[in-house]
């Protein structure tokens, strides 16, 4: 262990790791028997990596609805490429 290692300190990693693996804060209070969202925040820690695949979310969640809905246009066309705009001669 670190000379400067603290039992304390595993409180932060007691709710850190449980937010970023799906737990929610109400979820981390009752494992650490805090009964304030203010209490548990104080131990709750985000980092730049964690950063980054927050913001990442968004971004797939976006994606992932676009693929669904060209799926279902496809499925819808019974396989055939749906063109829009065109004009009859």
Avoid: C, N
């Amino acid at each position: 262990m670190p000379a400067d290692f603290r039992f304390y300190d595993l409180r932060r990693t007691g709710h850190t790791l449980p937010t970023r693996s799906g737990a929610t804060l109400k979820d981390t209070m009752v494992r650490a028997g805090q009964s304030t969202e203010k209490a548990a925040l104080i131990y709750q820690h985000s980092d730049h990596d964690r950063q980054k695949e927050v913001a990442g979310g968004p971004d797939q969640m976006v994606w992932g609805v676009r693929e669904k809905a060209r799926e279902q246009r496809e499925k819808a066309a019974g396989g055939a490429e749906v063109v829009q705009g065109a004009k009859e001669v």
